[in-house]
């Protein structure tokens, strides 16, 4: 049968093909092996995961710097794109609903259109308002010195009478101004008036305040914190005239012990030293009167009282009268003395005779006991000094 033109002749088959292509699903299913005959390993190769300590820590060290990273990463990222709140608005009429998209005004600041300014004696630390260290320290220092002048002022008026309580405020600050705060703190006019006006209202709180006739405002130290600013020696004048009732008869008793205390010390004294006194008097007229006796004429056996006073007295001991008069009292009272007037030289003087005749005197006897102790070798002095009436008729002592 013939072809009919147009008609597309039959195509050959695949194998007799001059470039035929291999059957990818037959040489695949061909060249892949049964899976009865090959087994498939159901568990992961043992190289994944490290096979030591070592190894195990080395990878928790990088995984743990890359997380760091990546967070410090995101952090930086985060806070340079950011752009800060803007501050809400101090004013009262301000929706707080938008308190959301907004920073909330500190204290002691004031907020306007999302910027911040700190009030006078405060600075500005990061969304805060801090306390400005000069103008604190100005203040402190301001009040200190107003509070001083105030009640060193009180004190020199109840002392002297010559200060005054009552003290007006333009006239202090006139007296601060010429500390020079202000310079010594590096503070500008308004940040010094700011400091004025803290240390004032902490002046309000201690100081006692008044306005005077002229409607100006006076201070006053109160009564006290001026005993703190008061002299020592003003404290004891105002103590004593404080308690003057109690002191004046306190004072006369102690007065009046102290005076009766002498006066018997005194008197035991004067007895005491008249004792001593007139056993060396009886001693030098009871060796008068044996002198006498033993030489024939040649010695008075009596003695002048005056010159015997004054052999026996020294110059301190003259000037007290009481003595001699304690000592004429008790030569007056002995029996074995006879004192009686007598014209020596054309003057009238008194006399003083030893009357006992072959008898020793108590102090004789203390004498003689002196004299044994003496050669026994109990003395302390090698030469003691002995007192020897010039009339006596006796050769001096040699040591």
Same mark, same amino acid.
């Given at each position: 049968?013939?072809?009919?033109?147009?008609?597309?002749?039959?195509?050959?088959?695949?194998?007799? +093909?001059?470039?035929?292509?291999?059957?990818?699903?037959?040489?695949?299913?061909?060249?892949?092996?049964?899976?009865?005959?090959?087994?498939?390993?159901?568990?992961?190769? /043992?190289?994944?995961?490290?096979?030591?300590?070592?190894?195990? /820590?080395?990878?928790?060290?990088?995984?743990?710097?890359?997380?760091?990273?990546?967070?410090?990463?995101?952090?930086?990222?985060?806070?340079?794109?950011?752009?800060?709140?803007?501050?809400?608005?101090?004013?009262?009429?301000?929706? !707080?609903?938008?308190? !959301?998209?907004?920073?909330?005004?500190?204290?002691?600041?004031?907020?306007?259109?999302?910027?911040?300014?700190?009030?006078?004696?405060y600075r500005r630390l990061g969304n805060l308002c801090v306390e400005d260290s000069n103008i604190n320290e100005a203040a402190k @220092?301001? +009040?200190?010195?107003?509070?001083?002048?105030?009640?060193?002022? &009180?004190? $020199?008026? /109840?002392? /002297? #009478?010559?200060?005054?309580?009552?003290?007006?405020?333009?006239?202090?600050?006139?007296?601060?101004?010429?500390?020079?705060?202000?310079?010594? &703190?590096?503070?500008?006019?308004?940040?010094?008036?700011?400091?004025?006006?803290?240390?004032?209202?902490?002046?309000?709180?201690?100081?006692?305040?008044?306005?005077?006739?002229?409607?100006?405002?006076?201070?006053?130290?109160?009564?006290?914190?001026?005993?703190?600013?008061?002299?020592?020696?003003?404290?004891?004048?105002?103590?004593?005239?404080?308690?003057?009732?109690?002191? *004046?008869?306190?004072?006369?008793?102690?007065?009046?012990?102290?005076?009766?205390?002498?006066?018997?010390r005194r008197r035991y004294y004067l007895s005491v030293k008249a004792e001593q006194i007139y056993n060396e008097a009886c001693d030098?007229?009871?060796?008068?009167?044996?002198?006498?006796?033993?030489?024939? #004429?040649?010695?008075?056996?009596?003695?002048?009282?005056?010159?015997?006073? !004054?052999?026996?007295?020294?110059?301190?001991?003259?000037?007290?009268?009481?003595?001699?008069?304690?000592?004429?009292?008790?030569? $007056?009272?002995?029996?074995?003395?006879?004192? &009686?007037?007598?014209?020596?030289?054309?003057?009238? @003087?008194?006399?003083?005779?030893?009357?006992?005749?072959?008898?020793?005197?108590?102090?004789? @006897?203390?004498?003689?006991?002196?004299? +044994?102790?003496?050669?026994?070798?109990?003395?302390?002095?090698?030469?003691?000094? $002995?007192?020897?009436?010039?009339?006596? *008729?006796?050769?001096?002592?040699?040591?």
């Open positions: 049968m013939a072809s009919t033109p147009g008609a597309r002749p039959p195509r050959p088959p695949s194998s007799l +093909s001059p470039n035929p292509k291999p059957n990818k699903n037959k040489t695949s299913s061909s060249s892949r092996p049964s899976t009865s005959s090959i087994s498939i390993p159901l568990q992961p190769s /043992s190289n994944l995961f490290p096979s030591s300590k070592s190894e195990f /820590s080395s990878l928790i060290a990088v995984v743990v710097v890359a997380t760091a990273v990546a967070f410090a990463c995101n952090y930086v990222f985060t806070s340079l794109n950011q752009q800060p709140k803007p501050f809400c608005d101090s004013n009262p009429d301000f929706d !707080d609903s938008l308190s !959301d998209f907004c920073e909330p005004c500190p204290l002691n600041g004031v907020c306007d259109e999302g910027k911040l300014e700190c009030a006078h004696g @220092k301001l +009040s200190k010195l107003v509070e001083g002048l105030l009640c060193e002022e &009180y004190a $020199q008026f /109840s002392c /002297s #009478g010559t200060g005054a309580v009552w003290v007006q405020g333009n006239q202090l600050w006139e007296k601060v101004n010429e500390s020079k705060i202000m310079d010594e &703190y590096g503070l500008n006019k308004a940040v010094y008036a700011h400091a004025m006006k803290r240390a004032m209202e902490a002046l309000r709180k201690v100081l006692e305040t008044r306005l005077n006739d002229h409607g100006i405002e006076e201070l006053k130290c109160p009564a006290l914190l001026v005993l703190h600013y008061t002299p020592v020696s003003c404290r004891i004048q105002q103590w004593i005239l404080e308690h003057a009732l109690l002191l *004046v008869p306190a004072c006369a008793l102690l007065l009046g012990c102290v005076f009766t205390l002498l006066k018997l030098v007229l009871e060796e008068k009167a044996v002198s006498a006796r033993s030489t024939t #004429g040649e010695h008075e056996p009596w003695v002048v009282a005056s010159l015997l006073r !004054d052999h026996l007295l020294s110059p301190k001991e003259r000037k007290d009268p009481m003595l001699w008069k304690k000592v004429e009292q008790l030569v $007056q009272e002995d029996s074995r003395l006879e004192r &009686y007037p007598k014209m020596v030289k054309g003057e009238c @003087k008194v006399v003083w005779e030893w009357q006992v005749e072959g008898s020793l005197s108590s102090s004789g @006897k203390r004498k003689k006991a002196k004299e +044994s102790r003496l050669a026994s070798g109990q003395h302390a002095d090698p030469c003691p000094q $002995q007192r020897k009436w010039p009339w006596k *008729v006796e050769e001096p002592v040699k040591c």
